[in-house]
C-alpha cells in the first residue's frame, strides 16, 4: 500500500452511532480488497466525494426517509469518479460519472443501486457536486416548487451561505425577488452581498438577528427558505408577510440534539398571515432531476448562478469534512478531494 493509501481500495466504516456532536472516532478507516466488476457492472475509481448534514441522520438508528447505515458498513455519499473498467455498454472505461458511490476509493457496480449519472460534457467533480448534485437541486425544488419566488417579494435564506443556501438565494434572486441571507460570519455575508447579489446579509452568530430579519423585512417575509430549524425559524415566523411560503428544507440546529426539542413557538402566526409551511425529502423529485439540472447548467453558463466549494484534501478527512458542517467551517459545498 503506498503512504496514503491512493492507488489501493480503501472504505471509510461507521463504527459508532453518534451521540450529540459527530466524533471521528464514530468511523473506521480500513483497507478493503480490489473489488471486480462482474458482468453488466463497471468499476468506479473516485475523486472528490461531498458530505452533507443528513448523513448525521443516516448514521441514527431510526426510521427517516431512508434506511439507516450500518454499523461496519461503508460511509453512504455521494462522489465523482471515472470508470477504470467496464462491462457495460453505457458507461465505456473513462466515463465521468456521479452517484452514491460511499466513502470508499473503488467501487464495482452496475450503477442502478447507486443512481450514477454521466457528468454533464465539461462539468467540474466539484459543480457536479455542488449546484448538479444533491444540494443544488434540493435548492431548485425547494425554492422554485415550494418556496415560488415572485418579483418583488421578500425572501429569507438561512444557512445562505451553505450549498443548499447559496443555490437557493440565488434562484430566487433570478426569479426577482429580493433575497436576505443569514449566515454565521463576516466573510460568508460579504460573500452572499458581494458575489451571489443578495440584498443583504445578517450574521447571526454577531447581530440581533430577530431585529435585523424586521428592519430588513418591514412589508414582512414572503418566503422563508428554512436550513437550520430553531430561534432562526421562529424568528422567520414572527415576520411573515400575509400568503407567506415557509419551506423546511433542513433543521441543522437539532441534529445534534440528545433531548427533547421545543416547537416553535410563533407557529401560530400561520393563521393570522393565512400562510404555509411544507417540508419535502428531494428524492421525491428524482424524476424531474435532469430537467431541472438542465435549467441549472444554463444559469451557470450566464453566469447568473455562481458557486464555492471548500475543499479538504485526503481520504481520512471525509470525517473532518463532514464536522466542518456543523461547525460552520464550510463556505458553499464541503467537498473532499481524495485523488492525493
Ligand atoms: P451547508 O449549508 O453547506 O452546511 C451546513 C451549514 O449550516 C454550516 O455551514 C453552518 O453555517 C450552518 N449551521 C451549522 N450549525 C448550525 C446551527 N446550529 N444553527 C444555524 N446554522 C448552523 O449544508 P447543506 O448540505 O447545504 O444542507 C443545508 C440544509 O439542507 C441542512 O439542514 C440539510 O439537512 C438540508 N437538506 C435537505 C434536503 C431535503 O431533501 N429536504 C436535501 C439536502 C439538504 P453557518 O456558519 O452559517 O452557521
Known sequence: MSENGAGQNQHILLAA???GAIKATDFEIVDAPMPTPGAGEILIKADFLAVEPAMRGWMEDRASYVPPVRIGEVMRGQGTGTVEASNHPDFPVGTAVTGML??????????????LRKLPEGVSPA?????????????YFGMLDLGKPETGNTVLVSGAAGATGSVAGQLARIAGARVVGIAGGSEKCAWLVDE?????????????????????CPQGVD?????????????????????????LCGGISRYNATGPLAGPANYFNLVYKRARMEGFILIDYAPRFAAATKVLVEHLNTGALRHRETILEGFDQLPKALMHLFSGLNIGKQLVDITR
Open 127 to 139: 459543480v457536479a457536486l455542488n449546484v448538479l448534485g444533491l444540494t443544488g437541486l434540493t435548492a
Open 17 to 19: 452511532r453518534p451521540s
Open 102 to 115: 460511499g466513502w470508499r476509493r473503488y467501487i464495482a457496480t452496475d450503477g442502478k443501486s447507486v443512481s
Open 223 to 247: 418566503i422563508y427558505y428554512d436550513n437550520v430549524g430553531g430561534d432562526i425559524l421562529d424568528i422567520a415566523l414572527d415576520n411573515l408577510a400575509l400568503h407567506a411560503r415557509v419551506v
Open 196 to 216: 451571489l447579489g443578495f440584498e443583504a446579509a445578517i450574521d447571526y452568530k454577531r447581530e440581533d438577528t430577530a431585529q435585523r430579519v424586521a428592519d430588513l
